[in-house]
């Protein structure tokens, strides 16, 4: 099995994501010893959904991001540009309105959106900072955006500890669990390589968001950056 490299090639992304898709909700519930559900219990919070919005939830694999926005009564778009993934999501949660796209190229037109979030995907584009001007492209003015992805954690002594875990405890427990456990190599790679909260901020705001404020879950371990389009 494949695994991609720190450049992001989108075509050996996506196919790293297929790779993985039969397995992926279950093998994040582990290695984040379920923290993941809190977490993303927190963004629908700061997102905030309500009937009658249109969001777009990018990166959104399988789906389990997205229902709680269709629960609220709002019309969510789950969007990711691995097929694979949005094969699985769709013979879950058919009534999702599933759709192939590139972060970098959304397949959707200007100020289109109510709210835009992203999940963990932010990291995986090639521009990052492109494929936020892409998120507000298509965000209606006053419209909000959150983002939910690996940070560094805030406690010194902790931080050396998660770095451990992430090369060294991370990749053996994929092994067991994952049906690619390569890829969870490049995740622990492309963590370590990610900016930290200050970091992600400053470049939301170069690609034209507000003033961003985040909130530190779980030591730091992951941060959730949210923001306006003015």
């Given at each position: ?70 629960d609220a009564g709002a019309t969510v778009v789950p969007c990711d540009f691995s097929i694979g993934m949005l094969e699985v999501g769709k013979r879950e949660r058919p009534q999702l309105a599933f759709t192939a796209g590139d ?13 835009v979030t992203i999940s963990f995907g932010l990291r995986n584009i090639v521009d990052p900072i492109a494929g936020l001007r892409e998120l507000f492209r298509v965000t209606k003015p006053g419209g909000r955006i959150v983002v ?83």
């Amino acid at each position: 099995m494949s695994r991609a490299g720190l450049d992001k090639e989108p075509h050996d992304v996506a196919k790293m994501f297929d790779g993985v898709a039969e397995k992926y909700d279950l093998t994040n519930d582990v290695l984040s010893l379920g923290q993941d559900r809190r977490w993303r219990k927190r963004v629908v919070e700061l997102v905030a959904p309500q009937p009658g919005e249109t969001i777009l939830d990018l990166a959104a694999g399988t789906g389990t991001s997205s229902q709680p926005f269709a629960d609220a009564g709002a019309t969510v778009v789950p969007c990711d540009f691995s097929i694979g993934m949005l094969e699985v999501g769709k013979r879950e949660r058919p009534q999702l309105a599933f759709t192939a796209g590139d972060g970098m190229r959304l397949p959707f037109g200007d100020e289109t959106f109510d709210a835009v979030t992203i999940s963990f995907g932010l990291r995986n584009i090639v521009d990052p900072i492109a494929g936020l001007r892409e998120l507000f492209r298509v965000t209606k003015p006053g419209g909000r955006i959150v983002v939910c992805e690996f940070s560094t954690p805030t406690w010194g002594p902790f931080d050396a500890v998660y770095t451990n875990y992430l090369m060294r405890a991370l990749p053996t427990i994929a092994r067991k669990v994952s049906s690619n456990p390569e890829s969870y190599v490049y995740l622990a790679e492309s963590i370590r390589e990610w900016p930290d909260q200050k970091g992600l901020a400053l470049r939301m705001v170069e690609a034209g968001w507000g003033k961003v404020e985040w909130h530190n879950l779980s030591g730091g371990i992951v941060a959730l950056h949210h923001s306006f389009r003015p």
